[in-house]
């Protein structure tokens, strides 16, 4: 069984650094492209940021580019998501993903594909 269990989520002040992570099992993770979303109130699931199976193969959105970084480590079966300077913008439930047919991390996180496996999600709230 595919899960995927994000943690790392809370409140922080605009200005500040949160790390989220996502730990994934019940697939080959090494060949999966992984990829973090966010779902504000009211708003349309976005892509965040993703990382496919090939080095330097990363996408981020315009919004979070060189504020957020993305990495995988696949002998932990993880994602992490690194998030500085964050903005009140920023506040969502955020949501891994794991895509396990071939794609790159562009193709991810533009067309976000609900037959991708998604875990739970985790809230990040930014104050002001």
């Known amino acids: 069984e595919v899960q995927l269990v994000e943690s790392g989520g809370g409140l922080v002040q605009a200005g500040g650094s949160l790390r989220l992570s996502c730990a994934a099992s019940?697939?080959?993770?090494?060949?999966?492209?992984i990829g973090w979303f966010r779902q504000a109130p009211g708003k349309e699931r976005e892509g965040v940021s993703c990382?496919?199976?090939?080095?330097?193969?990363?996408f981020y959105a315009d919004s979070v580019k060189g504020r957020f970084t993305i990495s995988r480590d696949n002998a932990k079966n993880s994602v992490y998501l690194e998030m500085n300077n964050v903005k009140p913008e920023d506040t969502a439930v955020y949501l891994c993903?794991?895509?396990?047919?071939?794609?790159?991390?562009?193709?991810?996180?533009?067309?976000?594909?609900?037959?991708?496996?998604w875990g739970q999600g985790t809230q990040v709230t930014v104050s002001s």
């Open positions: 990382i496919g199976n090939s080095d330097g193969d990363t």
């Open positions: 019940g697939f080959t993770f090494d060949n999966a492209a």
């Open positions: 993903a794991a895509d396990l047919a071939p794609t790159t991390a562009q193709a991810m996180g533009v067309m976000i594909s609900w037959n991708y496996y």
